[in-house]
């Protein structure tokens, strides 16, 4: 059974970088196809960031790509969010996810952490 564990600070200041890890278990990163990161912003619906691929392959959101960077860690079965020039509308639940079949349906699911940008 796959299992996600997001970490990293609740609380960002406005124009630093927001920067989360996955980390993964009971299964690789090199395998299962796209590991995701989602976000959910206070009262409105999931938005999807961006994925790495198995491959080490990276998709954006073209609406956050220019903030937006996806990497990993193989050695950690780690997977890393980092969002650049953070506002307080970038405050949200943030997930990461395994959409194992490629075809957007996420099977596995972090809890969520909260991240604040508040100054």
């Known amino acids: 059974q796959v299992q996600l564990q997001e970490s990293g600070p609740g609380l960002v200041k406005p124009s630093q970088t927001l920067s989360l890890s996955c980390t993964v278990s009971?299964?690789?990163?090199?395998?299962?196809?796209?590991w995701s990161w989602i976000r959910q912003p206070p009262g409105k619906g999931l938005e999807w960031m961006g994925a790495?691929?198995?491959?080490?392959?990276?998709y954006y959101n073209p609406t956050l790509k220019s903030r937006t960077s996806i990497s990993r860690d193989t050695s950690k079965n780690q997977f890393s969010l980092q969002l650049s020039s953070v506002t307080p509308e970038d405050t949200a639940v943030y997930y990461c996810?395994?959409?194992?079949?490629?075809?957007?349906?996420?099977?596995?699911w972090g809890q969520g952490t909260q991240v604040t940008v508040s100054s």
């Open positions: 790495i691929a198995m491959t080490g392959s990276t």
């Open positions: 009971g299964g690789s990163i090199t395998a299962g196809n796209f």
């Open positions: 996810a395994l959409d194992p079949g490629g075809g957007a349906s996420y099977d596995y």
